[in-house]
């Protein structure tokens, strides 16, 4: 992993948002991962990169991996 990779790593952390369904909030997204949780999958996180329009998996293919996309 290079400088500016390091970098990127450290500055994003992996995130799941979700907006409620609710009437009554704001339809804003709100983070579901705990800090804890987000230092738990930056253990096992690897950063890399996928060149533009590459496929990542095919809808209904078995996926091996999960895919936190920071850019792009």
């Not at 095919?58 to 996309?69: F, P």
């Amino acid at each position: 992993m290079n400088h500016s990779q390091r970098q990127l790593m450290t500055a994003v952390r992996p995130s799941i948002f979700s907006a409620p369904f609710e009437n009554s909030g704001d339809g804003d997204a709100v983070e579901l991962l705990s800090a804890a949780e987000q230092d738990a999958l930056m253990q096992v996180s690897e950063l890399i990169e996928i060149p533009r329009n590459s496929l990542l998996y095919s809808e209904g293919e078995a996926s091996r991996y999960v895919y936190n996309v920071v850019t792009g």
